[in-house]
């Protein structure tokens, strides 16, 4: 007898940035050395308060379950966190503590959307998204973005695709893949739709030529931030992220995270209130050599004939137009990783409106980035 499996599961699609580090990992076992510009890991170290903590509280023998919201000193630094970044106040009862900031999309995802329901998302867009609101039994509804005013988010034009049956709008600022940033007057006008807003601040804080990301809360009604420690404090294998969700919805996500994930590990939320606690330094230190390596590898690519419209202007990506050097976007990036050694993610990884165009990772260092330049161009130059 055949293995039957759940229709929603087969309609999840592969994360292709996954696919081709897991190709990469293949040849580096087989001895070749890869460059990867293809995952979204910075390549720093944690804050050491971080680390200390994290290593005190296995020693203190703090390894047992917590609150299924989280310990609650990490809850109400959280809280403080973001009422100073919105300006708009946030108690520690709004906020429930995630492994990661994906099984809370997950939570997220899971109380609003119901099966047939709709959620608008800006595309291009993190390739996840749609697989979250499918396996929910919903329906992605995709509002194109452009370069030519920085990827925005118009509300005029979600107000068109909505309908009846459309239950929340995903705004992420800064956007993987873009790294644009939402106006202030681009997120008004969203809060004026409705809808309730899941807001994507996993890059917040990680942003240049003075830019600054403003988060949606106290601009719409229900607001539910996702967000955690993988990006700015370079926390990515502690997977420590968190909620901030309106009051009323605590509790139906409390009772999910402890059905399905009862708590986040006890010492690493011992890690992540330390990095709230005193890892500002190393943010500010990394927002800045993260500057020096976009400008890096703006040029470098810019230089190889890449198009580039767009500036990013937050998180720590490059989307570069690639149709030059063809159209399937797939099928060039898995031969750029085999002809030069260098992984970069596939366009059509972040939706239709993404094929023919590639994203590079500035998250590594600057002589890795050179290093790929240079590789790039030979391997492009031997495919012309």
Known sequence: ????????????????????MERAFAMERAGRRVLHLEIGEPGFPPPPQAVDACVAALRA???RYTDSRGLANLREAIAAEHARRSGTPVDAGQVLVTSGTSPGMLLVFSLLVAPGDQVVLGTPHYPCYPNFIRFCGGEPLLVPTGPSDDYQLDARAVREAAGPRTRALVVASPANPTGAIQELETLKSLGELGLPIVSDE?????????????????????????????????????????????AEALRPLQVMQQNLFISAN??????????????????????????????????GLRDLGFGIPATPRGAFYVFADARRFGADSMGLAFDLLERAGVACTPGIDFGKAGEGWLRFSYATSEAVLREALQRLGEALAARR
């Open 61 to 63: 023998g703090e390894t």
């Open 202 to 246: 996993i890059y917040h804080g990680l942003t240049y030529d003075g830019a600054e990301a403003r988060s949606p809360l106290g601009l719409a009604g229900d607001v539910f931030v996702l967000d955690g420690f993988s990006k700015r404090y370079a926390m990515t294998g502690f997977r420590l992220g968190y909620v901030v969700a309106p």
């Open 1 to 20: 007898m055949s293995l039957r499996v759940n229709p929603r599961v087969a309609r999840l699609e592969p994360f292709l940035a996954m696919e081709v």
């Open 266 to 299: 006890r010492f690493v939320q011992h890690a992540g209130a330390a990095a709230l606690a005193h890892g500002e330094p190393m943010v500010r230190a990394m927002r800045e050599a993260l500057d020096a390596r976009r400008t890096l590898l703006l040029e």
